[in-house]
């Protein structure tokens, strides 16, 4: 049975400002189970970083917390004293920020921010941490790492300094890595090269991995399961394959048709149209429900019993569920995307017999690497390559 290692409930957070205040996270729920990866993906000013920083505490000053709690084990992350806090920041949970330039200091050797690590946590001298640090920068596959601990951050490619960084959140064995947007601005190699280190690190230490990204190509490659945030509320969650082969809200629909294929015939891209709400002000219910469904092409809103049709959308993967209320477009394009067979729309009221049309695994395994193949405009032949290695797998 796996072990629950950190569990968000309820966490609402608001940063104000002078004469406004935006609600960056509206009862936010989701657990991390050990050795495991869990995605949190959305646009921009969804909340993703927001709800990364909150478990570590790490929100600053504007920030204040309404209410919920971060169980970290024993301990709720937002009641703990700061010395309590050093003592886990760090050597417990680490996180990758998402411009590993920017997070290194461009006067200090690589080495010795390394080794930084190694001295604050541990009875380290700083010759033994030294020595230490050129160990650690060798195991993330830097080549000559004796040679990039003599240099300065502005001396590395950014490939390099994301395995830096890597190597700084790993150097103690956490037991959480948050890792925000750790692939991006990385060509295609570099990505494949960093996405295998993390997978790496999560089999064989039992690390767990909070992935926050907006690319359901990286999440469909290493995620377990994936949360979709709209507007400060975790609209739909569940296991990779499941959401990407039934999607249940609007929004992510709308997600999963914007993606471009390399195989669709070519035509104009469908994006997302407006923006995302407003807030300036908590809401009700979930500002998805029927603004997501208007800006991704949905008729109506889905037909769902409950108050919160975020918290609906979360718990309705059971085999027969309602599909009222979604555009065939959606759907087609949707399921289209992930290479299943589209289902016949139901009308309103009516239910779909998913046990007759669920895809076996075999099937599901493969869609999820055209998937893979269509998610972003990359070279052909990495691509084809990739995708060959894992039919080949199947």
């Known amino acids: ?28 729920s989701f657990d991390i189970e050990r050795g495991s990866v869990f995605a949190l993906v959305g646009e921009s000013g969804s909340g993703k970083t927001t709800a990364g920083v909150s478990i570590l505490n790490l ?21 703990l004293d700061e010395r309590a806090l050093r003592d886990i920041r760090g050597r417990r949970i680490t ?67 994301q395995r830096v960084m890597i190597g700084i959140a790993t150097a103690l064995q956490p037991d959480l890595i948050i890792a925000d947007e750790p692939t991006a601005a990385l060509d295609v190699t570099v990505q494949a090269s960093i996405l295998h280190q993390l997978d790496t690190l999560r089999r064989e230490r039992g690390t767990a991995i909070l992935l926050i990204t907006h690319d359901f190509g990286v999440v469909s490659q290493i995620a377990d399961e994936v949360g979709v945030m709209y507007a400060g509320h975790l609209v739909e969650q569940g296991p990779v394959r499941d959401v990407l082969a039934r999607p249940l809200h609007p929004y992510t629909h709308g997600l999963l048709a914007a993606l471009p294929r390399l195989d669709a015939p070519r035509e104009e891209l469908y994006a997302l149209p407006g923006t995302s709400p407003d807030l300036d002000k908590p809401a009700a219910h979930c500002p ?7 800006r ?74 055209r998937l893979q193949l269509s998610m972003r405009w990359r070279p052909i032949a990495v691509r084809l390559t990739m995708c060959t290695g894992w039919f080949m797998a199947e």
């Open 296 to 369: 991704c092409g949905s008729a109506a809103t889905p037909a769902r019993p409950s108050s919160r049709p975020c918290r609906a959308a979360r718990a309705a993967r059971s085999p027969a569920t309602t599909r009222s209320g979604r555009s065939e477009r959606a759907q087609k394009m949707a399921r289209g995307l992930a290479g299943l067979p589209v289902p016949p729309l139901t009308r309103r009221g009516e239910s779909t017999n998913w046990n007759s049309q669920r895809p076996s695994r075999s099937q599901v395994s493969a869609s999820c690497s």
């Open 288 to 294: 998805s429900s029927r603004a997501a469904a208007r």
């Open 59 to 79: 929100l600053p000053d504007e920030a204040d917390v309404l209410g919920g709690e971060v169980w970290f084990g024993p301990d709720n992350m937002l009641t």
């Open 1 to 28: 049975m796996a072990q629950t290692l950190v569990s968000v409930r309820d966490l609402s957070v608001r940063y104000r400002s002078r004469d406004e205040a935006a609600y960056a996270l509206d009862q936010v």
């Open 95 to 161: 996180m990758i920020f998402q411009d590993p330039v920017a997070g290194l200091n461009p006067v200090i050797p690589i080495g010795d921010q390394v080794g930084e690590v190694l001295t604050t946590h541990l009875d380290f001298t700083k010759r033994e941490a030294k020595a230490a640090a050129a160990d650690i920068l060798g195991q993330v596959g830097l080549p000559d790492p004796q040679r990039v601990a003599k240099s300065y951050p502005f001396q590395l490619s950014g490939g390099m300094c």
